[in-house]
Each structure stands twice: as C-alpha cells, then as structure tokens.
C-alpha cells in the first residue's frame, strides 16, 4: 500500500529547504573574515570528532575489518559498484542543473551499461568502454553557483561538512527516487539499510588509507579537516579552472545574486 506525498507536507519540505538556501545565499552575498581552515568553531568540532572517532572504533571499524575478512575482494567491488549504481539519478540531476551536458551523457550511459551488461550494477564495464565514473551532488551545484561554503563543521555521525553542504546533503535525500519509492511504499527501512551498508562499505573500500591517515598525522583533526576542505573544492571545481554557473530562476527571491566569474576567481 502506498503513501501519498500530500501537497501540505511537500510544500512544507521544500519550504525548509527554500528557507535553508535564502540563509545560504546570504552568506555567500556577505562573507564574513575568517582564518584560512575557516573553522571558527574549532573546540566543538574537536569534541565531536572524538565522539565519531569513539563510534568508529567501536562499531564501524570492526564492521568493516569484518566484511572484509568474511567477503571477498570481488565481492566487496561489486557492492561498492551496486552503491555508486544506486546514486547515479542524483548524479545526473545535479549533472544537469550545473549545465555539464557532456557530463550528463555519461552518467546516462554508465547507469545504462552498467544495469544491463554489469548486471545492474554489480560490475563497471562503462569504465573500461571509456565512460569515467564521477560523483555530484547538490552541495557541489551550489558551489557552482557561486555559494560559499561556509565555516567548517563536524556531524555526528556524518562527519566533516559545512553549511551549504548540509543543505545538499538534505536536498538529495528527498530527491532520491530510491528514498522517494521507499517512503511512499511503506519501506522506510531501506535508505537505512543503504546507509549502514554505505557506511561499511566505504569504511571498508577506503580501509588502509583512513587507517595510514591516523596512524601517520600528529594531528589527524586537522589533516581531516584539510582533506575534505581540498576534496571537496576538487569536486566543485571538477578538477578544472574556477567557474561558476549562474543559479536556475526558482519561484523564490533570494535577493543574492551569485557572484560572477571574476569575483569568484578573486575569492579564491
């Protein structure tokens, strides 16, 4: 039996959402001085690392030296394929609202090979016919936009973020037709399932590199934190020259315009 998405709780949804983003875009019309981490709530953010790092060594790190242990390599690639898999409809929503059509045309065609010949996901032949896999976001749209990130934070749970990525993060659940088919059919059980088996399954895939990273760093807060500052500005920026790409008309007037090309350029 489905559950149907009522006009009231959508427009409410996207309500907070709007409201999120008009924050978001205040911030980026009037960024504030800050040090170069931008991390101004430095001892916060330390207190919740431990707790994540408390909940890794606990939980996720045996989970995850216990799925590699019991499953494996080509095992444990193909579910990491299936995950990537699942995400691609997210990927190419985001691919299209940053106007990266070329972009677009690939994430069609891995979806589209890699469901059919690599057996809905479990394998990646797309790759090997030249197809690269690449990963976006609605947090990445908005830096294409032109919003600013924000001061850096850590989740519980989630780990390192900041404002605007928040808000992405929020933006592609609900637009997720996996959560979407979930909610209205009575499965709320599955974007749990997913997430815990996403949980382990990059805790795992990333295993050695996460470990050689505690292990190696007099600070590992830091270098987390400097890791995920520069990934993420990686993956705005697709590895290319600075750019930004004007934000779609919406029915909302955020009276923040994104900045042009030479502002952000200067910005950065």
Known sequence: MTKPVTQKSLIKKLSGIAAVVVLLSGCAANPQPVDEANDPIEGVNRVVYSFNELLDVWFLRPAATLYRAMLPPPIQEGIHNMLANLSTPVILLNDLLQGETDRAGTTVSRFAINSTVG??????????????????????????????????????????????????????????????????????????????????????HYYDAIEDLKRNSLDPYSAMRSFYLQRRNAEILNNEDPKATPAPSLSFDFNAPAPGDEELTEAR
């Open 119 to 204: 057996v809905l996901g479990f394998g990646d032949p797309a790759t090997d016919m030249g197809y690269k896999k690449h990963s976006e976001d609605f947090g990445q749209t908005l830096g294409t936009w032109g919003f600013e990130g924000g001061p850096y934070i850590v989740l519980p749970v989630f780990g390192p973020s900041n404002p605007r990525d928040v808000v992405g993060r929020v933006v592609d659940y609900f637009t997720d037709p996996v959560n979407m088919w979930a909610q209205n059919t009575d499965r709320d059980g599955i974007p749990i399932t997913r997430a815990v088996l996403g949980a382990v399954d990059a805790r795992a």
